[in-house]
């Protein structure tokens, strides 16, 4: 990590001197949490692949004969999610901000991987920006590329996320599509109630959360408010759930700039970690007058029962 303070020290001087500053005085702009996996049902396993089976069951009730006349079947075919590794690499030299405005974050007398500039990393970047970048990057939009020998990995590389899941299931027949036509401001309640139209009926009577990004469902709720059936005194009488339903939208910060909706009950999305490693666990090394900071963990998204998601995601192939 490069440690840039060329337009503090422009600013401030080149020298320390102690005026009151302080941690509280460094601003960062608000980070991205995770959304995502909190709509979902954790499992907690140390298997790298999460193996499933899917059952699909034949009818059996037919009229009475006396002779025996077989009828009925099972099926069943094999899913799996895949737990994906992840880690973070991070080295820095904190003597630069010795002779700066930042001064206050070194020390003397101790081991630089003990300075409040470290204490300070962890406070507010490491723990933050794996958040935002595990959202924004890789739990929807993420697809997996094997890295280069020797190379940092590209953002959004990490995983199969879910776009490419549920595209996946719809090419291969797996997962509903339901045909749409492209989202617009002025119908998007009209299409919202139209895809849970679409549902299985026997799923129509189970709780979900219809997701689609922040600015959709937005889009919805104006919609929902231009309705003249509907009579509020404010803005915040307008709530997200889909009348007659038992389903409800669900923004998501993971799925910004994109059309997708999808849907399923929680049981059937699954969020798969280890048992046994704590996420978000670092090591921090001392070597000469670096400080290095280690970090990896393991996990994936994916759904138990494909034929139980629908998506307006179209086939391509």
């Not at 460094?26 to 089976?53: E, H």
């Not at 920006?129 to 020998?149: C, F, H, R, S, W």
């Not at 970690?273 to 704590?278: C, D, E, H, L, M």
Request: proline share 3%; net charge negative; aromatic share 12%.
């Amino acid at each position: 990590m490069a440690i840039t303070t060329a337009a503090v020290i422009a600013e401030y001087g080149a020298y320390y001197q102690d005026a009151g500053q302080n941690k509280k005085r460094i601003l960062t702009m608000l980070s991205q949490g995770r959304q995502i996996t909190n709509l979902a049902t954790p499992i907690k396993t140390d298997d790298t692949i999460f193996r499933l089976a899917n059952a699909t069951f034949r009818t059996l009730v037919q009229p009475f004969q006396k002779t025996f006349t077989q009828k009925g079947g099972v099926e069943i075919v094999p899913n799996e999610i895949r737990q994906y590794r992840f880690k973070i690499d991070d080295e820095f030299m904190p003597d630069e901000l010795y002779a700066t405005w930042l001064g206050f974050l070194t020390a003397k007398q101790v081991d630089r991987k003990e300075w409040p500039f470290v204490k300070w990393l962890f406070e507010v970047y490491y723990s933050r920006q794996i958040d935002q970048d595990m959202e924004l990057n890789e739990y929807y939009k993420g697809v997996y590329a094997t890295p280069a020998a020797g190379v940092a990995g590209a953002d959004g590389t990490g995983m199969n996320g879910l776009k490419k899941l549920l595209q996946d299931g719809v090419n291969d027949g797996t997962i509903n599509t339901v045909p749409m036509a492209a989202l617009h401001v002025d119908t998007i309640f009209d299409q919202v109630e139209a895809f849970t139209d679409k549902i299985t009926e026997v799923y129509q009577g189970i709780p979900m959360d219809v997701c689609m990004s922040q600015h959709w469902v937005k889009k919805y709720l104006q919609d929902k408010r231009s309705q003249g059936f509907y009579q509020n005194k404010s803005d915040k009488d307008i709530n997200t759930d889909i009348d007659f339903t038992p389903q409800s939208v669900k923004g998501l910060a993971s799925m910004v700039g994109t059309d997708d909706i999808f849907c399923t009950p929680t049981e059937n999305f699954l969020h798969i970690s280890p048992a046994t490693i704590t996420k978000n666990s670092f090591k921090v090394e001392e070597s000469k007058r670096s400080v290095c900071v280690l970090g990896d963990w393991s996990e994936g998204l994916g759904f138990g029962i494909n034929q139980a998601v629908w998506t307006n995601i179209a086939k391509t192939a």
